[in-house]
C-alpha cells in the first residue's frame, strides 16, 4: 500500500495578502541567541519581506539536537503554533498535522504555510505537513511570523508562516545522531557535506521506529486497540554551486516513506512520496537581486479507518482509501531593487498546481465493503505581487497588492456497487475559478533607543484544499462530507505591538485581531442513530458533519514574551498567548454555531524555559508548556482538559567530536487529552517519553 508524503514544495505558491506589517528590527542582521531568538529577515531571499510581523527564531544551537523526538514539537516552543490537535506527528494521523498559529481556527488542513528553502512543504492534496519527513539535522533556522496575509508567500499563510532553511556546509564533514527510547523506540540520522570550490553537495537521511503507544486510557482499551506504531524514512540531496561570483544555483531531491497504525490494527496508513527542486539565485547587493524556484512531487497515499465493537472486542473498518495519488508543481519568481536610497521596490509571481484523487471502498455492515467511491480533481493557482518600502531613520512604511486566479476544475464524485457494478451517485460538479486582490499596510518607528513601535493591516486568502473539496472521511462514528461548493477563505488582520531591550533581553507585546471570512470549518448536521443525508446511515453516538463556508470568525488576542540572558550561561524563554477566537455571523443552517468558541482552539497558552550553557561540557535546560481546556467539536458539547507538562534535557560532551545526551518530554505523565468521541471515547496525546542518545561529528 503506497501513499503520498514529502516535503519537496517550492516558494512559488499562489495568495493573497493585503498584509500589513512592522518589524522591532527590520533592518538588522538577527543576533545568535542558543535556544529561540527574534530575528527580522530571513536568508532566503523568495518570501522576504522588507517589514516584519512578530518573528521568533529557533537557531542552529537547537536543531539537530535531539531534545524533542519530532520536530513540530521542537517549533511547539512558540506557543502560538500547533497542529489541529494536541498530539503531535509521534502519534497524529497525517491528516490532523495543518498548523495554525494564534488559534486562528485550527483543521486538519492547516491555516500556514509551512516551507523549506523557500518550497512549501503543505501537501497539494490535502494541506497537512509530514513533518517526519524533514530531518532537523539538515536545517539551518526555523523563523516563525504570527501573523497572516504574509506577502510575496502567498495561499495558505493566512495565520503565519514557519520557514525553514537548509543547514549550509562550510567544511567537508559528517554528522550522525543515534537515539533509543521508550516505547521501542529507536532511529537512525545522519548528514554528510562535500564542498568544494564553488560547490557544495549535502546527503541527509533518517531512520526512525518505534511500537509506539496506546492512544487510550487502560480503563477504556479493549483487546482491539493497539500501540499507535509507526516506522519513517526520509532521504535527500542538496547541491548547491556557483554560476558566477553574485548567481547562485540549488538543486534538490527527497523521498519521504512512512508507514503507521492509528490504535486499531485495522486502521493504519501509508505515505510514500518523491519530488525535485530547483532554485537560481542572483545578489547585486543585500537591496538587489532576484530568485527563481520551481518544483514537482509526486505521492501516494493509503489510509483505512476503523471502528471497536462489542464493548472493544472486535473491529471492522469502515473505509479503506487504498489508492490516493496526487502530483503537486510549482514555480515563483521574485525581483528586489532599490528606487532611491530609502525607496525598495519588490515584485514577483508564482503559480501553483495540484490534482489527486481518492480510489476508496466504503459502507461495510459486517460481510465486507459493498460501495466503491471516485473523487478528486485539480487546482491551479497564480498570483502576481509588488511591494515598496520606505524606509529613514527610526522609520519604515511598506505598502503591498497582490492579484491572486485560482480554479478548481476536473471534480468528480462517483460511487458505485460493488455486487453489482451499478452506479448508486455520480455528482455534477461544476468547475470553479475566481480572482482576489488582497495587500498590506505596514509601520515600525522608533519610540526610544531601546524600543519600537509597530503596527500592520493586511488581509489574506486560502484556497480550500482538494480534499476538503471532494474526500469524505470517517473517525469511528462521526462522518464528515466533502463540499465541492467551498468558497475561498478571506482573512483581514490587525496587529499592534511594542519591543523593548530590557533586562539584558528583548520583551515583546502584541495585541491582534483577526476577522476571518467563510472559515471552512467541519458542521454538524445530525447526531446519529439515523439515515440522514446526503450520508445515510449515521450509528449511534455518531455524528453526521459537513465541511462548510463559516460566516464570520472573529479571533482577538494578546502576545506576551521575552527572551535573554540572566547570566552569561542561563538563558530564559518565556511566552504566552490569549486568544479568544468565536463565530459571530453564520450563514442559513448554521445557526447553532453563533456565538460559539472554535473547535481546537484554546483560550490560553503559555511555555516558559530556561537553558543552561557555560561552554563547557555541560548543556542543560527545561521547560514548562501550558494550555487551558478547549472544544472538540463545532457545538462546543465536548471538552477537553487542560494541561500542564514538562520536558527537560542535559548533554554532556565528551570531545568536539562525541557528545551524550538525555532527555524527557512529558516528564510527570501528564494527561494530555487530543480527542473526545460522542461515546465518551477519549485519545491522548503522547505520555512520557524519554530517549537517550549519542552525536557524532567527522
Same mark, same amino acid.
Given at each position: ?62 536543531? $539537530?539536537? @535531539? /531534545?524533542?523526538? *519530532? !520536530? ?10 500547533? +497542529?489541529?490537535?494536541? #498530539? ?107 564542498? $568544494?570550490? @564553488? /560547490?557544495?553537495? *549535502? !546527503? ?10 496506546? +492512544?487510550?486510557?487502560? #480503563? ?109 508543481? @510549482? ?368
Amino acid at each position: 500500500m503506497k501513499s503520498p508524503l514529502m516535503m519537496l514544495w517550492l516558494p512559488g505558491c499562489a495568495a493573497t495578502s493585503f498584509v500589513a506589517f512592522v518589524s522591532a528590527s527590520s533592518a538588522q542582521s538577527p543576533v545568535e541567541v542558543p535556544p529561540i531568538e527574534e530575528v527580522t529577515i530571513t536568508e532566503q531571499r523568495v518570501g522576504r519581506s522588507h517589514a516584519e510581523l512578530h518573528v521568533t527564531r529557533i537557531g542552529p544551537g537547537n536543531l $539537530g539536537m @535531539g /531534545y524533542h523526538q *519530532s !520536530l513540530d514539537e521542537l517549533i511547539g516552543r512558540d506557543p502560538a503554533i500547533g +497542529l489541529f490537535r494536541r #498530539a503531535s506527528s509521534l502519534s497524529a494521523h497525517p491528516t490532523t498535522q495543518g498548523m495554525t498559529l494564534r488559534g486562528v481556527g485550527p483543521n486538519g488542513a492547516g491555516r500556514a504555510l509551512v516551507m523549506l528553502d523557500g518550497i512549501p512543504l503543505n501537501d497539494g492534496f490535502g494541506g497537512w505537513v509530514y513533518w517526519q519527513a524533514v530531518p532537523e539535522q539538515s536545517l539551518g533556522d526555523v523563523t516563525i511570523t504570527h501573523g497572516g496575509g504574509a506577502g510575496s508567500w502567498g495561499n495558505q499563510a493566512i495565520s503565519g508562516v514557519i520557514a525553514m532553511t537548509s543547514r549550509t556546509p562550510i567544511a567537508t564533514g559528517a554528522r550522525v545522531r543515534m537515539t533509543g527510547g521508550n516505547y521501542g523506540t529507536r532511529s537512525l540520522a545522519g548528514a554528510g557535506d562535500v564542498v $568544494g570550490d @564553488g /560547490y557544495s553537495l *549535502s !546527503l541527509y537521511g533518517r531512520f526512525d521506529d518505534s511500537d509506539g503507544f496506546y +492512544l487510550l486510557d487502560q #480503563a477504556q482499551r479493549g483487546p482491539v486497540d493497539v500501540p499507535a506504531a509507526r516506522q519513517t524514512t526520509s532521504i535527500g540531496a542538496r547541491l548547491t554551486a556557483d554560476v558566477s561570483s553574485k548567481t547562485k544555483l540549488a538543486l534538490g531531491a527527497q523521498y519521504f516513506d512512512e508507514a503507521r497504525v492509528n490504535g486499531l490494527s485495522l486502521a493504519a496508513n501509508h505515505t510514500e512520496s518523491k519530488g525535485l527542486n530547483a532554485s537560481i539565485t542572483h545578489s547585486v547587493d543585500a537591496r538587489a537581486g532576484w530568485q527563481l524556484n520551481g518544483y514537482y512531487r509526486e505521492q501516494d497515499f493509503a489510509n483505512a479507518f476503523a471502528i471497536a465493537l462489542d464493548q472493544r472486542k472486535q473491529e471492522r473498518q469502515v473505509l479503506d482509501q487504498y489508492a490516493v495519488p496526487s502530483t503537486s508543481w @510549482g514555480a515563483n519568481g521574485l525581483v528586489e531593487a532599490p528606487l532611491g536610497d530609502d525607496l525598495d521596490l519588490q515584485f514577483g509571481f508564482d503559480v501553483r498546481g495540484s490534482k489527486g484523487e481518492t480510489h476508496e471502498r466504503f459502507r461495510n455492515l459486517g460481510a465486507g465493503f459493498t460501495r466503491a467511491r471516485l473523487a478528486g480533481g485539480q487546482q491551479a493557482l497564480v498570483g502576481v505581487h509588488g511591494e515598496l518600502t520606505k524606509s529613514g531613520e527610526g522609520y519604515s512604511l511598506s505598502a503591498m497588492v497582490r492579484v491572486d486566479h485560482w480554479s478548481a476544475k476536473n471534480g468528480q464524485r462517483v460511487e458505485t456497487n460493488t455486487e453489482t457494478s451499478g452506479i448508486v451517485r455520480q455528482d455534477t460538479i461544476v468547475d470553479t475559478t475566481g480572482s482576489m486582490v488582497n495587500g498590506r499596510l505596514s509601520g515600525r518607528m522608533d519610540m526610544s533607543e531601546n524600543s519600537q513601535m509597530r503596527a500592520a493591516l493586511y488581509s489574506g486568502f486560502r484556497l480550500p484544499t482538494i480534499n476538503e473539496f471532494y474526500r469524505p472521511f470517517r473517525v469511528g462514528n462521526d462522518i464528515t462530507e466533502a463540499n465541492p461548493l467551498l468558497r475561498p477563505e478571506q482573512l483581514i488582520g490587525l496587529d499592534v505591538g511594542v519591543d523593548t531591550e530590557i533586562m539584558g533581553g528583548t520583551a515583546r507585546l502584541t495585541y491582534f485581531r483577526n476577522w476571518l471570512n467563510d472559515g471552512v470549518g467541519n458542521v454538524t448536521l445530525a447526531l446519529g442513530p439515523g439515515f440522514f443525508p446526503p450520508t445515510g446511515f449515521v450509528p449511534a453516538a455518531g455524528s453526521l458533519r459537513q465541511r462548510q463556508n463559516i460566516g464570520h470568525i472573529v479571533a482577538d488576542g494578546v502576545e506576551l514574551g521575552f527572551s535573554g540572558k540572566l547570566t552569561e550561561a542561563i538563558h530564559l524563554r518565556a511566552a504566552y498567548i490569549w486568544s479568544r477566537a468565536r463565530v459571530t455571523g453564520v450563514n442559513v443552517g448554521q445557526e447553532a454555531l453563533t456565538g460559539k468558541r472554535l473547535a481546537q482552539s484554546p483560550l490560553h497558552r503559555g511555555n516558559i524555559a530556561l537553558d543552561y550553557d557555560a561552554g563547557g561540557v555541560w548543556t542543560a535546560g527545561g521547560e514548562l508548556r501550558l494550555s487551558s481546556g478547549q472544544y472538540e467539536d463545532d457545538l462546543n458539547s465536548r471538552v477537553l482538559d487542560a494541561y500542564i507538562s514538562a520536558n527537560a534535557y542535559v548533554n554532556w560532551a565528551w570531545s568536539q567530536q562525541l557528545s551524550l545526551y538525555g532527555a524527557v518530554e512529558n516528564a510527570f505523565d501528564a494527561d494530555i487529552q487530543s480527542a473526545i468521541s460522542g461515546a465518551g471515547i477519549i485519545t491522548y496525546a503522547q505520555p512520557r517519553l524519554l530517549s537517550f542518545g549519542v552525536r557524532a561529528a567527522f
